[in-house]
C-alpha cells in the first residue's frame, strides 16, 4: 500500500453531507488539500465549508478555478446542495478532474446530460456515490453470478428508512405558513437527516432512490423499460408542505421480461429499531434469495443508554473503502466505476418516470 499513487484531492462543497470527504480522508490513497466553493454561495454554505476544512487544517477556497489553478488537483469530491451536483461536478470535469459525486445526481435529467457528455467529452472518470459494496450486497453478486438461483426472473426491494423529516404530518395549524424546504433541511443538518439539501424539494424517490435501485442495477442488470408508481405523503409535514412523497410503490417492467418492484418510504424514527426495513428479494428459475442489507449486524443494549443512540451496529462494512478502490482501478486500468455518470443519469430517468407515474395514476416510459 506505501508504493501506491496518492490522489491529490479537493472537496467541492461539503454542505450536503461529508461521508464522501470523510471516507477519503481514511483511505491511504487520497489526500483532501483544501474545500473550495463558489463566491456567491450563501452564508450558511460557506459556515459548513470553513467548518469542515478548520476541521482538518485545510485551506477554505472561495473560487473553484483559483482552487484548481493553484492546487492541481487530480480529483474532485462533489457534495453541495442538491441541484448543484451536475454544475460543480461539470466545472470540475472540464478542468480533467476525475469526479465523486455525491447523491442524487440531479434534480433534473437535463443537467445528468450534460454532465454524461462532458464526462465522456474530457475522458475522465466518475463514481456516483452508492452503498453497492455492502457485504450483504458483495455476497448475493457473488451467489447470482455463480448461477445458484438460476435465471433472474424477478427482484423486490424494500427501503425503509427510519428517520423523521421534521413535524408530522398533520401537526400544522391553521394560519402557520408551510414549512420551507431549505430551511427545514438546514436544520436538520444537526441529526443527520438532511439527506434533500437544496432550495428544490424532493420526495424519498428523488432523495434515497438511488440506493434501492441501485442494487436492483446490480443484481438484475436488465434495463427498466416502464414503470407504474402509486406515491403518498404519509408521514411529514414538510412533505406534504412541498408535495412531495415520503412514501411509494413502484413496478418495473424489465428487460427479458423480469420484473422488479420497489417500496420506498421515509417512515420515522418511531418506526422501527433499526436504521429501517431494507431487505431485497430475489426469485430464479432454481432458487430464490432473501437479503437483508444491514448484515453482519450485532445488537448493543446496556443501562442509561442514550435514547437516540444505535442500538444495532454494523460490522464487516467496507463500502466506503471498496469504493473508492474501484475508483482508483477505474482511473488506473481506464474500466468503469461501479455506478458512472451514465448509471447515475438512467437512475435519476427511473425516479423521474415513477415519480411522473405517481402523479398522473399511468404507466411511465423510461427515457434514456
Known amino acids: 500500500m506505501s508504493n501506491r499513487k496518492i490522489y491529490k484531492a479537493i472537496a467541492f462543497s461539503v454542505v450536503k453531507h461529508d461521508y464522501i470527504a470523510l471516507a477519503a480522508e481514511a483511505h491511504p490513497s487520497f489526500d483532501i488539500v483544501a474545500v473550495c466553493d463558489e463566491a456567491q454561495a450563501p452564508d450558511w454554505v460557506h459556515e459548513r465549508n470553513q467548518e469542515y476544512a478548520d476541521r ?14 493553484e492546487l492541481q488537483p487530480e480529483v474532485a469530491i462533489v457534495s453541495p446542495q442538491a441541484e448543484r451536483h451536475c454544475e460543480l461536478s461539470i466545472q470540475a470535469a472540464e478542468k480533467g478532474l476525475h469526479v465523486i459525486v455525491d447523491k442524487p445526481l440531479s434534480t433534473t435529467l437535463a443537467e445528468c446530460d450534460r454532465l454524461v457528455e462532458t464526462i465522456q467529452k474530457h475522458r475522465v472518470k466518475c463514481l456516483v456515490w452508492n452503498r453497492n459494496f455492502l457485504p450483504a450486497l458483495v455476497q448475493a453478486t457473488q451467489t447470482i453470478e455463480s448461477g445458484a438461483i438460476g435465471k433472474l426472473e424477478s427482484i423486490h426491494c424494500d427501503f425503509y428508512f427510519s428517520k423523521d423529516a421534521g413535524p408530522p404530518k398533520g401537526s400544522r395549524k391553521d394560519g402557520d405558513p408551510p414549512i420551507n424546504w431549505l430551511e ?29 435501485l441501485g442494487y436492483i442495477r446490480l443484481l438484475a442488470p436488465n ?72 448484515r453482519p449486524e450485532v445488537s448493543l443494549y446496556y443501562k442509561e443508554q442514550p ?57 411511465e416510459v423510461v427515457e434514456y
Open 56 to 69: 482538518f487544517d485545510i485551506p477554505y477556497i472561495r473560487d473553484l478555478s483559483q482552487a484548481i489553478q
Open 184 to 212: 427545514r433541511q438546514i436544520e436538520a443538518h444537526a441529526d443527520g437527516s438532511d439527506g434533500g439539501v437544496g432550495e428544490k424539494a424532493m420526495g424519498e424517490l428523488e432523495i434515497e432512490g438511488i440506493y434501492p
Open 307 to 363: 435514547p437516540l443512540e444505535f442500538k444495532n451496529i454494523r460490522i464487516a462494512d467496507e463500502n466506503n473503502f471498496l469504493l473508492l478502490e474501484s475508483f482508483i482501478e477505474a482511473i488506473e486500468k481506464n474500466s468503469d466505476t461501479i455506478l458512472d455518470a451514465q448509471g447515475g443519469r438512467d437512475i435519476c430517468s427511473v425516479v423521474e418516470a415513477c415519480v411522473r407515474s405517481g402523479k398522473s395514476g399511468k404507466v
Open 223 to 294: 434495463k427498466i423499460q416502464k414503470v407504474f408508481a402509486r406515491t403518498a405523503t404519509h408521514f411529514h409535514q414538510a412533505n406534504v408542505d412541498n408535495d412531495v412523497d415520503d412514501l411509494a410503490t413502484v413496478t418495473l417492467e424489465m428487460e427479458d421480461g423480469v420484473v422488479g418492484s420497489l417500496c420506498i418510504g421515509r417512515i420515522g424514527a418511531a418506526s422501527h429499531p433499526d436504521i429501517g426495513e431494507i431487505k431485497l428479494h430475489i426469485l430464479g428459475s432454481e432458487g430464490a434469495l432473501v437479503i437483508s442489507e444491514a
